[in-house]
């Protein structure tokens, strides 16, 4: 047998785990929500991200299942870990022995692969994997457990580099004691002994410890409480032993048959059970090696070998006689149970009511029937579920012991809603515990509770982790439940803010907190001497959604900030609360080189209509520019002059109108289209005459935004129109 390997995962392990469980998500986030949904897009999103790291490291990643075990190359997974045992449970629950990604893998494919495996009425094992291949699942190959010969990825295996197949896996898996007896036999039922018979002589020597032989002989020849030695695995133990190197075999043998595994009662059921070609085979193999033969057998199979020479029991079956109790049924009685006399001897009545009956239930396809299925759904389930929990602590009836299980239940569904997302079951089921803390007949219990599963770190950790993957997609529920939790979470979700690298993620949790209000105004100031840019940013950002206008001086000092992105924010803070001296930090950027922190300013001065900046800005639009950036920038000011309105800005708007220039002439035109659309906030007696000559602009856009505002402003009778 080959050196032993060694027990651990490879490189990539970190990251393959974090597929499988981001596989899990996923595979339970399909099962609950339809494909278009945001839940189920971004799940199967983060478990697509996952795979596509692996793919850099290979062209394809197979995950094998054991039962509840999963086999990645020739490792095992950590039994341990719930996530890999529900994943496991799941695929192998539908007949899959092994799952095979492609590079070239799409997101649809994972949707479509998530679809079979939670799907309840569906075929399973190889017509579930011919279904996958129908639906289109081109990067995802599933062997099911019937199939015996299907290799692994290339190149990820065993070091001798040959291909090798999914059963062998489990076979060198229960050589070496890394998989258990009971995980292999469902293998051994459709594999044929033959290829395992070559695998044992190619991996085994004779000299092999005793406690491997076992290992296989006890897979073949466990008794089963209800049943004792399963009949097929003894045939095929017998034909695995007739394949094996005289040595190897002999060792099987002794070790099979030395002790008291099979008593004598226990080989005549046996042997009852077999047919003629079985037996023939028992008794080749114990006639090569005769002295391996245990006392229990000999007797039997002496009486089998006199049996042979005369017509018994198994010239019999030949013969196609039968026999019940050694009475011999006659030819003509035996014929009248073939299929051709079937309808001879039932009703035409009750023959239809069988084929009825093998139809099965025809309803599951009618309106009803996908109605209580909708209606029946998990998500569904665990909130109604949720709700009469929450109805039976209020009742009266309600002992402290039933009080406490119902406290347990619930705790496991919060895991289950944090998991999936479900913000708004989770904020009743506090509520109701908050009540009941404060006033309730368990209010040591309830307040047990919420300082367990929603105050701790720990706790305030997973919630805020489930905020990050689940928030933007289930925005009214964390924002009530953010809401009634704020005391708790503030800390952390500041914490959170200021670590969080991702920079949506960040919008998201600034939403979140703003809806605290000036409740976390004195942590967003006590903030602002951090030395990161987007945490000062954003800590500026908060002082202005939350109302934090008695704070300004404090804000003050970074509207001259270094970095642009803090001044700017400081600047429009400033504006924001009509701060007294806000109007110089204006002017100072409006006269600054850099063009893009100009225009950031622009846009602030047209948001809040400052009328001071009006003479600033004009002087922008009547600079002749060298390069053509200057049109481009020029649009934001007129925009920002249209927003403010002040009709000292048409007359240069009008020159500029009836400017002409051979260069950058489509950026002229994009302005000139600009300024008709910014007319609107003007007084409409000041912009009739501007109005007026674009009624003859062969701008088709400018003609039709001059004919609308003329209409609308009543100003004259468009040319051309019946009243």
Same mark, same amino acid.
């Given at each position: 047998m080959e050196e032993k390997k060694r027990e651990k995962l490879p490189i990539d392990a970190k990251l393959l785990s974090d597929a499988v469980i981001e596989l899990n998500i996923s595979r339970r986030s399909v099962g609950l929500y339809p494909r278009e949904h945001p839940i189920a897009r971004e799940s199967i999103e983060k478990a697509f991200e996952f795979l596509r790291k692996l793919f850099d490291l290979r062209?394809?990643?197979?995950?094998?299942?054991?039962?509840?075990?999963?086999?990645?190359?020739?490792?095992?997974?950590?039994?341990?870990?719930?996530?890999?045992?529900?994943?496991?449970?799941?695929?192998?629950?539908k007949g899959i022995a092994a799952i095979t990604f492609y590079t070239g893998l799409e997101r649809e494919e994972l949707f479509g692969l998530h679809e079979l495996i939670t799907t309840k009425d569906i075929p399973t094992g190889k017509a579930l994997a011919e279904l996958a291949q129908k639906n289109g699942l081109k990067h995802i190959v599933l062997t099911p457990l019937d199939i015996s010969k299907f290799g692994f990825v290339e190149d990820a295996l065993r070091q001798d580099g040959a291909e090798t197949k999914i059963w062998e896996d489990y076979i060198y898996g229960l050589l070496e004691g890394r998989l258990a007896d009971s995980d292999a036999e469902g293998v051994l039922l459709n594999v044929a002994p033959e290829d395992i018979a070559d695998l044992v002589n190619d991996q085994m020597s004779e000299d092999a410890p005793e406690v491997t032989y076992d290992r296989v002989i006890t897979t073949y020849l466990r008794k089963k409480e209800d049943s004792g030695i399963n009949r097929e695995l003894f045939t095929r133990f017998i034909s695995m032993v007739q394949n094996l190197s005289p040595k190897i075999k002999q060792q099987f043998l002794k070790r099979a048959f030395s002790g008291p595994s099979l008593d004598a009662g226990e080989a005549e059921r046996l042997f009852g059970e077999l047919t003629h070609d079985d037996i023939e085979k028992v008794m080749t193999v114990f006639s090569e090696?005769?002295?391996?033969?245990?006392?229990?057998?000999?007797?039997?199979?002496?009486?089998?070998?006199?049996?042979?020479?005369? !017509? /018994?029991?198994?010239?019999?079956?030949?013969?196609?006689?039968?026999?019940?109790?050694?009475? =011999? @049924?006659?030819?003509?009685?035996?014929?009248?149970?073939?299929?051709?006399?079937?309808?001879?001897?039932?009703?035409?009545?009750?023959?239809?009511?069988?084929?009825?009956?093998?139809?099965?239930? !025809? /309803?599951?396809?009618?309106?009803?029937?996908?109605?209580?299925?909708?209606?029946?759904?998990? =998500? @569904?389930l665990d909130r109604v579920a949720s709700e009469v929990m929450l109805e039976l602590l209020e009742s009266d009836t309600t002992g402290r012991d039933d009080y406490l299980a119902l406290l347990a239940k619930l705790a496991e569904l919060v895991r289950d809603f944090l998991e999936t997302g479900r913000f708004l079951e989770i904020s009743d089921i506090y509520n109701t515990l908050y009540s009941h803390a404060l006033a309730g007949k368990y209010r040591e219990e309830a307040a047990g509770m919420l300082d367990f599963f929603f105050y701790s770190r720990e706790s305030i950790a997973k919630m805020i982790d489930a905020f990050k993957l689940w928030g933007r997609l289930e925005r009214e529920g964390v924002v009530r439940l953010a809401g009634a939790l704020k005391r708790h979470l503030a800390d952390s979700l500041f914490d959170a803010l200021a670590e969080e690298k991702d920079p949506s993620i960040r919008k998201f949790l600034l939403s979140v907190l703003t809806g605290f209000r000036t409740d976390i105004l004195p942590e967003a100031v006590r903030r602002l001497n951090d030395e990161r840019w987007y945490v000062v940013r954003n800590m500026i950002y908060l002082i202005r959604e939350c109302g934090g206008v008695k704070y300004v001086n404090q804000v003050k000092p970074f509207a001259k900030h270094g970095d642009k992105r803090i001044s700017v924010e400081a600047v429009k803070t400033l504006l924001h609360f009509n701060v007294p001296g806000a109007f110089p930090y204006v002017r100072l950027y409006l006269q600054s080189r850099d063009l893009e922190l100009r225009d950031q300013v622009v846009r602030l001065i047209g948001m809040y209509r400052v009328k001071e900046a009006v003479p600033y800005l004009l002087e922008i639009l009547e600079k002749k520019g060298l390069f053509g950036t200057e049109w481009y920038y020029k649009i934001s000011v007129v925009k920002a002059l249209g927003d403010i309105g002040d009709p000292r800005a048409l007359d240069t708007l009008t020159r500029l109108y009836q400017s002409k220039t051979m260069l950058y002439k489509s950026a002229m035109e994009e302005l000139k289209v600009e300024i008709f659309k910014s007319l609107s906030n003007y007084p409409p007696a000041a912009v009739k005459s501007l109005l007026e000559q674009g009624l003859t602009s062969k701008e088709k856009e400018i003609k039709a935004i001059s004919e609308k505002l003329l209409k609308h402003k009543g100003n004259r009778n468009v040319p051309g129109k019946r009243h």
């Open positions: 062209t394809s990643i197979t995950i094998g299942i054991a039962k509840d075990t999963l086999v990645i190359d020739e490792y095992t997974l950590d039994r341990r870990n719930p996530v890999f045992k529900e994943f496991a449970l799941s695929v192998h629950s090696h005769s002295s391996l033969v245990p006392d229990s057998l000999r007797n039997l199979i002496d009486k089998l070998n006199k049996a042979k020479k005369g !017509e /018994g029991f198994f010239d019999l079956i030949v013969n196609k006689k039968g026999l019940v109790d050694d009475v =011999e @049924i006659d030819e003509r009685i035996m014929g009248l149970f073939s299929e051709d006399h079937f309808k001879t001897f039932v009703a035409a009545e009750y023959q239809a009511e069988l084929e009825r009956m093998l139809r099965g239930f !025809e /309803g599951r396809k009618s309106p009803v029937f996908e109605q209580v299925r909708k209606e029946c759904k998990d =998500e @569904i």
